[in-house]
């Protein structure tokens, strides 16, 4: 019996794809205590019959002095799972009066406390092997869990539940026993242990890395060879960076091939740009319709440097559409930028529907775009192809541009017009549907994404109207975000600030502050970004292992104290920590920074080797020791407007600084001259003459 009960403890988590939908009901019958929140996620649960609580220390005492099991069930606003199992189950009264009468009940929004998520979705993927959202977790009255898993029908979750509680009450030993050995595992996954081995990276050679990496590419649809695809931005930054480096055509080609790919599929919004977070199929057609900030962000990064590289008018068009969504959907009054927007939204009936908002029928199509219809038909397959469910389509493209001017006989200009005009008229139309809920909370750390999403397009397209959307979130950060003693703040919603800074948040945001030095050559930028190093230091670093912690030293002690360093949709806050590092070791003569960084690089290379695609931004700053990597320093009057024709070419080896006057800085100093201005090209502390203009001085650069 004792087995078959720990047996239990394991299940494999349950998945369904054909939940039927319950009616929805707007009556305030039930209050909690999340109704105090400002998290939207748990704002939505907070008229829910389980008597929800926040993670706080009074909600952990309570279980303790209770003396019962915690449900810690975690999620996100945007997460269409999350929804749907709170139809099924937390909006139920049986439920409720099972969960009210024997647990604490806890709602986490993963945003928000990512602290929480990471121990809790590491214990059942220890458990179960796989994990996601919702992600619903039994906890000792301490906080070890003892079980979990994702989503679960109502009558799983009953049954479940339910015998969890039997244990408890009848053999709580075996819970106390399986809560120290997952204890354990828990506390192992992310040790980085400090490599002290000597290692020469320029002589490093990754080939080996990128030709296994490579097995797993789809050269039919770009991505990878699986289903469901996520787009992995950094991923594609890294191989994009390798093609052009090593001349590898065909890496370059594959590159190409997944980001149109990308643009052309479900997976973009060809109406209101902006990408959804994921396709649940292998050809991008069909996404997971949420669209999250943080993915919006990397990808006009990536599609802006590929533009670089390209010149394709294509990654124009979908950096200039996400831009406007993201400032049309994202952006608050205050430079601030929105989490995301839901994956559900409202249908006739008041259901509560995912992709409602984004998807069409022939017969709403036809009278909107009359004459068009037939090409709009061919440009966007509305047809076997392009079809979801219910006699609904998904926009999908497979034809190029040029493509359909040669077959319709029609100019681009005329192509570009009737795209414009069909594009205006479908967003109007949905415009009358109910709209996507909006998580308004502001995060730090993706604020710096979207951040330095606008720099990287500033660099490229030249638009003043992303320099000031830069400048105005930058100064947002410092008046609302960085505290009077250093650190940061996590989150931010409605004139409110609570939750101290995780390491993502300095990192992202050291990375950003770089970048705006780096385009407005304003010192005060590069000044912020130091100080928030230094505190890093101060509050996150670890000697003896040369990492970051992923919480700050002053915050309350959770089960374990984890190091995030492997790259995901994101990259880990340790590896953009480390890049931050190797530059601000260019821009000041700083060596500790410079031996942190490379040290912390040397710590991840034995599981890089193994996984490459999980270590992208650490290979990205490996490509710094691979090749020269060059200090381009612009002193005199014309600074800003160099400084802006060199961002604009696709050099990522390679930092800017400069100023229009006499600076005092470890790369200024001495180097102003009244009557010119002056670019000097170094690399390693060594400095070519000084030319004066920024074509001579990419020719230094390109003929090396």
């Known amino acids: 019996m004792r087995g078959v009960l720990l047996a239990f403890l394991i299940l494999a988590l349950c998945y369904s794809c054909n939940t039927p939908k319950k009616d929805m009901s707007d009556t305030h019958k039930y209050t909690n205590d999340l ?3 400002t998290s939207p996620y748990l704002l939505q649960h907070a008229h829910n019959p389980v008597n929800w609580k926040a993670w706080n220390n009074e909600t952990l005492k309570q279980a303790k002095d209770e003396n019962k099991l915690m449900i810690v069930s975690i999620g996100y606003a945007a997460c269409h799972w999350c929804h749907v199992m709170e139809k099924e189950s937390f909006e139920d009264s049986t439920v409720a009066a099972i969960m009210n009468k024997n647990f604490i009940n806890v709602k986490v929004d993963r945003e928000e406390r990512p602290d929480i998520d990471q121990i809790y979705i590491g214990a059942v993927e220890l458990m179960t092997g796989r994990a996601g959202w919702p992600l619903n977790v039994i906890t000792l009255p301490d906080g070890r869990p003892v079980w979990g898993g994702t989503y679960f029908r109502k009558e799983d979750w009953i049954q479940r539940i339910e015998k969890i509680q039997e244990i408890y009450e009848e053999e709580p030993q075996m819970l106390i026993e399986y809560a120290n050995k997952l204890e354990e595992g828990i506390k192992s996954m992310d040790l980085v242990n400090f490599n002290s081995a000597e290692i020469d990276f320029s002589n490093y050679d990754t080939t080996m890395l990128v030709e296994n990496w490579s097995r797993k590419f789809d050269h039919r649809y770009g991505g990878y060879n699986r289903a469901p695809k996520f787009m992995m931005p950094n991923n594609y930054h890294y191989l994009l960076r390798n093609a052009v480096a090593n001349k590898d055509n065909k890496l370059l080609e594959y590159v190409n091939l997944t980001l149109q790919k990308m643009a052309y599929g479900g997976v973009y919004d060809h ?13 991008w057609h069909v996404p997971h319709f949420e669209k999250m900030l943080y993915d919006n962000a990397q990808l006009v990064s990536l599609y802006s440097d590929a533009y670089a ?30 989490s995301s927007l839901d994956a559900d939204s409202e249908t006739e009936t008041g259901e509560l529907e995912e992709g409602a908002y984004y998807i069409y029928g022939n017969e709403e199509l036809e009278p909107l775009l009359k004459d068009d219809f037939q090409l709009f038909q061919d440009y966007y397959n509305i047809n076997s192809f392009g079809k979801w469910e219910k006699q609904h389509y998904v926009l999908i493209r497979t034809k190029s541009d040029q493509e359909i001017l040669e077959e319709y006989k029609i100019s681009l200009e005329t192509l570009q017009k009737k795209k414009k005009n069909w594009k205006a008229a479908l967003l109007e139309y949905r415009n009358q549907r109910p709209r996507p ?24 397209f030249g638009n003043e109207a992303y320099l000031a959307a830069a400048l105005k979130n930058g100064k ?14 996590h989150n931010y919603k409605d004139g409110k600030s609570t939750i101290n800074g995780y390491l993502e948040d300095y990192a992202s945001v050291i990375e950003a502050f770089i970048s705006l030095y780096e385009i407005t050559l304003d010192e005060s930028w590069l000044e912020h970004s130091v100080n928030l190093t230094e505190y890093c230091f101060d509050k996150f670093y670890d000697q003896e292992r040369g990492m970051f912690y992923f919480t700050s030293s002053d915050d309350p002690k959770l ?58 931004n650490w290979l990205d700053l490996h490509s710094n020791y691979q090749q020269d990597f060059y200090e381009v320093v612009i002193v005199g009057e014309n600074a800003l407007q160099f400084a802006r024709e060199i961002n604009a070419t696709y050099i990522p080896n390679k930092i800017v600084a400069g100023s229009t006057g006499p600076g005092d800085s470890y790369l200024l100093k001495g180097r102003y001259s009244e009557d010119n201005t002056l670019i000097y090209v170094c690399v390693n502390n060594t400095c070519k003459l000084p030319v004066s203009d920024s074509k001579s001085a990419l020719e230094l650069i390109n003929t090396d």
Do not use: C
């Not at 209101?272 to 050809?283: E, P, V």
């Not at 089960?559 to 000041?588: C, G, Q």
């Open 35 to 37: 109704i105090h929140e």
């Open 271 to 283: 109406i209101g740009g902006g990408f959804a977070r994921y396709s649940t199929d292998d050809r």
């Open 309 to 338: 590289v390209t010149k394709n008018p294509l990654y124009e068009e979908i950096v200039t559409e996400t831009l406007s969504f993201v400032a049309k959907e994202l952006t608050h009054e205050s430079g601030a930028f929105y």
């Open 437 to 460: 809920r909006l998580d308004d909370k502001s995060l730090t750390s993706w604020n710096g994404l979207m951040m330095k999403g606008y720099i990287d397009a500033y660099k490229v």
């Open 476 to 489: 947002f950060i410092v008046e609302n975000q960085l505290q009077p003693s250093g650190a940061l703040y």
């Open 559 to 616: 089960l374990t104290r984890s190091f995030e360093y492997r790259d995901n949709v994101i990259p880990a806050s340790n590896s953009i920590m480390a890049k931050n590092l190797f530059k601000l070791s260019h821009f000041y003569e700083a060596s500790r920074y410079g031996e942190t960084s490379r040290q912390m690089l040397k710590n991840v290379l034995a599981e890089m080797e193994q996984y490459p695609s999980g270590f992208s």
